[in-house]
């Protein structure tokens, strides 16, 4: 009797977990005690053993992908079981199909499409590529680049495509030896994590059939019987790859999801488009190819009478207007700048901010950093000497340095400063572990080093998180004052202004001074006013004195 195994709950908060690898593949034989699979949870990444005997018939969780707890993750039974019952979600065997000597041939063959569709079973060898979760906030993935094409062979560990994040664009590589048989999300389309990305398998396999063998999507044995038609047979197999729509003069288009959803936002007919695709079939190229015809201009007649003409009446031409063409162009926006809009959002809207701004001496900064840069080997810049003067602020004010949970504030023994850094689609913020144990010149070399990897899209995911604390400057702009959003689940950032020289009164006197603003933002659920006003208080008195921050 076959044995339905569930994904485990491997930890006490664990709802969901993910398959890191499989140790066994469908067809092994299993022994008791056997390590199934390596899961992870939101913990750690554990082995998961059996605990029966068989062979594994059946794997409901690909390699990669998520699933709640007590998910269909396996069935494990006699060699050669039926296990349709089990796939169908009833106990009993899948029904004997009958076939009856008026269908056609066709029809045959679409209905063990379809029951195959609804028993979700996939043909031996074939591996369907899901669209990965590549960061731990990604819920949608864009596939920058295809470095393989349908038809060709795909060796493990080949880069299958480049694929843009919420953070950046890494290479996906393949799991899997085999030919690509099917792309489902085309290049700059994007689709969210756990959509079908593509299909590897054996030379020849039938992708109608194994796109079908999707449970959410099947059709009924019975109804699939049912069509005999050819062209809703062939309708039926163009499915999930192609959509039909009617135009105006009852002929059907055929075009690809992508290049509909184009055509849309571009406003154009897609029975004016020719489809360079199979059979005609409209994909992205031509839409992006797309050029409207020019419609000829309608020839006014001139008015005649039989007694008199009808003088035409002239125009009155404006002068001296300017003479223009209205025009605009929507760009699509980026997976970074789409998440961007959603935390900042998010945290705009539910921690309440408010701002707190002082006034800084900087002239001892000046020529302290004057100083350290005399030195051999040496670059300090003052956005270093601020990021410096936070992380020690925080160790003196913890109450800063904490995350609001609802029920309980979250204090962080550790001060991890995040550093905004502009790129050309964005912004990313690479983070400074333990910051307060770092000298000056340190996280100069860490500023410089981890900015330039963010402009290239090289920093991984790791590198941007864990921030405890946020610091943003645009003086280098010649903003002399600005405010930042939170970086939740920070409870405060710092908006860094340019130095500005500026009459200043000391002892007594007007002299010239160089100041600084610096504006902190404070999420008024964990940080009080007062406790906000210290903490710049401390930060001010380390920037004004520069020397006990090398203490």
Same mark, same amino acid.
């Given at each position: 009797?076959?044995?339905?195994?569930?994904?485990?709950?491997?930890?006490?908060?664990?709802?969901?977990?993910?398959?890191?690898?499989?140790?066994?593949?469908? @067809?092994?034989?299993?022994?008791?005690?056997?390590?199934?699979? $390596?899961?992870?949870?939101?913990?750690?990444?554990?082995?998961?053993?059996?605990?029966?005997?068989?062979?594994?018939?059946?794997?409901?969780?690909?390699?990669?992908?998520?699933?709640?707890?007590?998910?269909?993750?396996?069935?494990?039974?006699?060699?050669?079981?039926?296990?349709?019952?089990?796939?169908?979600?009833?106990?009993?065997?899948?029904?004997?199909?009958?076939?009856?000597?008026?269908?056609?041939?066709?029809?045959?063959?679409?209905?063990?499409?379809?029951?195959?569709?609804?028993?979700?079973?996939?043909?031996?060898?074939?591996?369907?590529?899901?669209?990965?979760?590549?960061?731990?906030?990604?819920?949608?993935?864009?596939?920058?680049?295809?470095?393989?094409?349908?038809?060709?062979?795909?060796?493990? @560990?080949?880069?299958?495509? $480049?694929?843009?994040?919420?953070?950046?664009?890494?290479?996906?590589?393949?799991?899997?030896?085999?030919?690509?048989?099917?792309?489902?999300?085309?290049?700059? @389309?994007?689709?969210?994590?756990?959509?079908?990305?593509?299909?590897?398998?054996?030379? @020849?396999?039938?992708?109608?059939?194994?796109?079908?063998?999707?449970?959410?999507?099947?059709?009924?044995?019975?109804?699939?019987?049912?069509?005999?038609?050819?062209?809703?047979?062939?309708?039926?197999?163009?499915?999930?790859?192609?959509?039909?729509?009617?135009?105006?003069?009852?002929?059907?288009?055929?075009?690809?999801?992508?290049?509909?959803?184009?055509?849309?936002?571009?406003?154009?007919?897609?029975?004016?488009?020719?489809?360079?695709?199979?059979?005609?079939?409209?994909?992205?190229?031509?839409?992006?190819?797309?050029?409207?015809?020019?419609?000829?201009?309608?020839?006014?007649?001139?008015?005649?009478?039989?007694?008199?003409?009808?003088?035409?009446?002239?125009?009155?031409?404006?002068?001296?207007?300017?003479?223009?063409?209205?025009?605009?162009?929507?760009?699509?926006?980026?997976?970074?700048?789409?998440?961007?809009?959603?935390?900042?959002?998010?945290?705009?809207?539910?921690?309440?901010?408010?701002?707190?701004?002082?006034?800084?001496?900087?002239?001892?900064?000046?020529?302290?950093?004057?100083?350290?840069?005399?030195?051999?080997?040496?670059?300090?810049?003052?956005?270093?000497?601020?990021?410096?003067?936070?992380?020690?602020?925080?160790?003196?004010?913890?109450?800063?340095?904490?995350?609001?949970?609802?029920?309980?504030?979250?204090?962080?023994?550790?001060?991890?400063?995040?550093?905004?850094?502009?790129?050309?689609?964005?912004?990313?913020?690479?983070?400074?572990?333990?910051?307060?144990?770092?000298?000056?010149?340190?996280?100069?070399?860490?500023?410089?080093?981890?900015?330039?990897?963010?402009?290239?899209?090289?920093?991984?995911?790791?590198?941007? $998180?864990?921030?405890?604390?946020?610091?943003?400057?645009?003086?280098?702009?010649?903003?002399?004052?600005?405010?930042?959003?939170?970086?939740?689940?920070?409870?405060?950032?710092?908006?860094?202004?340019?130095?500005?020289?500026?009459?200043?009164?000391?002892?007594?006197?007007?002299?010239?001074?160089?100041?600084?603003?610096?504006?902190?933002?404070?999420?008024?659920?964990?940080?009080?006013?007062?406790?906000?006003?210290?903490?710049?208080?401390?930060?001010?008195?380390?920037?004004?004195?520069?020397?006990?921050?090398?203490?």
């Amino acid at each position: 009797m076959a044995e339905v195994i569930n994904m485990p709950r491997l930890s006490d908060t664990m709802e969901e977990g993910t398959v890191a690898k499989w140790l066994k593949k469908v @067809g092994d034989k299993v022994e008791e005690g056997d390590i199934l699979a $390596e899961i992870e949870t939101d913990k750690a990444t554990m082995e998961f053993e059996s605990f029966h005997e068989g062979t594994l018939l059946h794997i409901g969780i690909q390699e990669g992908d998520g699933a709640p707890v007590d998910t269909l993750l396996a069935i494990i039974g006699d060699e050669g079981e039926d296990i349709s019952g089990f796939l169908n979600g009833t106990s009993q065997a899948a029904a004997t199909e009958d076939s009856s000597s008026g269908e056609t041939s066709k029809t045959d063959d679409i209905s063990e499409s379809a029951a195959m569709e609804v028993s979700g079973e996939i043909p031996e060898g074939v591996e369907i590529i899901k669209m990965p979760r590549l960061s731990d906030t990604m819920e949608e993935g864009t596939v920058a680049t295809w470095l393989k094409k349908v038809g060709d062979t795909v060796e493990e @560990g080949d880069i299958l495509a $480049e694929i843009e994040t919420d953070k950046a664009t890494m290479e996906f590589e393949s799991f899997y030896s085999g030919t690509l048989l099917y792309i489902g999300i085309e290049e700059g @389309g994007s689709a969210p994590v756990d959509e079908v990305l593509a299909v590897i398998g054996p030379e @020849g396999t039938d992708v109608d059939t194994v796109l079908n063998a999707k449970p959410s999507t099947g059709m009924a044995k019975e109804e699939a019987k049912s069509v005999t038609n050819e062209e809703t047979v062939s309708e039926l197999k163009a499915e999930g790859t192609t959509e039909i729509i009617s135009a105006s003069d009852g002929q059907r288009i055929f075009a690809s999801p992508l290049a509909k959803k184009m055509a849309q936002e571009k406003g154009i007919d897609l029975s004016a488009v020719n489809g360079s695709g199979d059979h005609g079939r409209i994909i992205k190229r031509d839409i992006e190819n797309y050029q409207p015809s020019q419609s000829p201009q309608p020839v006014t007649q001139p008015v005649t009478s039989t007694s008199e003409e009808v003088p035409a009446k002239q125009p009155v031409v404006p002068i001296n207007l300017p003479v223009g063409e209205e025009s605009s162009e929507e760009i699509k926006n980026s997976q970074m700048r789409k998440v961007i809009a959603k935390r900042l959002g998010e945290s705009k809207f539910t921690a309440p901010h408010y701002y707190l701004t002082i006034e800084v001496d900087m002239d001892n900064a000046m020529a302290s950093r004057k100083q350290i840069n005399d030195l051999p080997d040496t670059k300090v810049s003052f956005n270093d000497m601020v990021v410096k003067a936070c992380a020690m602020a925080l160790k003196k004010h913890p109450q800063v340095n904490t995350t609001w949970g609802g029920d309980t504030t979250i204090y962080k023994h550790h001060v991890h400063i995040g550093v905004a850094v502009a790129v050309d689609e964005g912004l990313v913020v690479p983070v400074l572990k333990f910051t307060d144990q770092m000298s000056l010149t340190q996280i100069g070399a860490s500023v410089k080093d981890l900015a330039g990897r963010a402009r290239n899209k090289k920093l991984t995911p790791a590198e941007m $998180e864990g921030s405890t604390f946020t610091v943003s400057n645009l003086g280098m702009f010649g903003i002399v004052e600005f405010t930042s959003i939170i970086n939740q689940p920070n409870s405060a950032i710092l908006s860094v202004g340019a130095i500005v020289q500026k009459p200043v009164v000391k002892n007594g006197e007007i002299v010239v001074g160089n100041t600084m603003k610096v504006t902190l933002a404070c999420d008024h659920r964990t940080v009080d006013g007062a406790t906000g006003a210290q903490y710049l208080l401390t930060l001010r008195s380390y920037l004004e004195n520069p020397v006990t921050m090398l203490a």
